[in-house]
């Protein structure tokens, strides 16, 4: 299983993730019905469906899928719960 295929599974079960992407301290977030993302402690993304939320350009014109994908975040930072 490739890392964004594991961090959508753990979206879905409505687990909380935070990474470091390039020192800015990043939260993804379920929130009821809506889907946050939070880059040191401003949330810049509300979006109610996992898919398109997936797909909106949040970090340098990445997505939160290429962050995954392409493993641009600092691997050591990564924490799901």
Known sequence: MNRLTEIRSYLAMNEEIEFSYKG???F???NNVIWEFWVNDECVIKEPDLD???????????TIS?????ELYDEKSL???
Do not use: K, R, S, V
């Open 66 to 70: 290429d962050i995954f994908a392409n």
């Open 24 to 26: 800015l301290e990043c």
């Open 28 to 30: 993804i977030t379920p």
């Open 52 to 62: 398109t939320f997936l797909t909106i350009p949040c970090l340098e014109g990445y």
């Open 79 to 81: 924490y799901i719960f």
